[in-house]
C-alpha cells in the first residue's frame, strides 16, 4: 500500500515539471502527463492566485482538482469549510495559521494537512509572509459519498473570522 504522504510527493513532482498536451485513455480518464506552471490556467484574485494544474475524472476518481495556491499576506482563499471530498494540502513556501475545528495551529512549509470529509479545514497566511501550498482533493468512484454526520452545519466555519466578515 502506497502512504499517502509518498503519494502527494510523487504526485506534486509528476504535476510541477513539464509540457505535453492532455491526451485521454481508452476509458476516457487521464493519462499520464506534466505540466508546468506556464502551461496551466490561473485565476487572479483578490487573496492571490490559484494556478489549476488539473481538473478532470481518472480512472479511479471523481472531481480531482491539483492546484497550486499562492497567497498574500494576511489573506486566505476562503474561510474555514468542510465537503464531502478527502482533500491534502502541502505548503510548500511561507508560514500561516491553520484552522481546523476552529482551533488555531501554526502552519509552515513542509506541513501538509489531510482533512477527512466533512472536517473544517482552513489556512490563512502570516500578516507578513506570503504562503503556497497545493492542493489535492477529490471522490473516488464507485464509492458512495461519506454521509453528512450532521447536516444542520453550514459548509463554512462560524469560527473562522473571515465567515464573519462575509
Known sequence: MIKPSLFVCTAFLVIACSETDVQ???DNSAVTEVKSESDVHTDRENWGDFHLYFNEDTHATNSVIVGVAK???GEQVHPAHRHKDEEYLLIT?????????GEERPAKAGDMLYAAPWDYHGITAAADSPLEFVVFKYSA???PPPVDPDPSLPELDPRDPLTARN
Open 24 to 26: 485521454h485513455s481508452a
Open 93 to 101: 513556501k511561507g508560514e500561516g495559521i491553520w484552522l481546523i475545528h
Open 71 to 73: 497567497i498574500k499576506p
Open 141 to 143: 468512484k464507485d464509492t
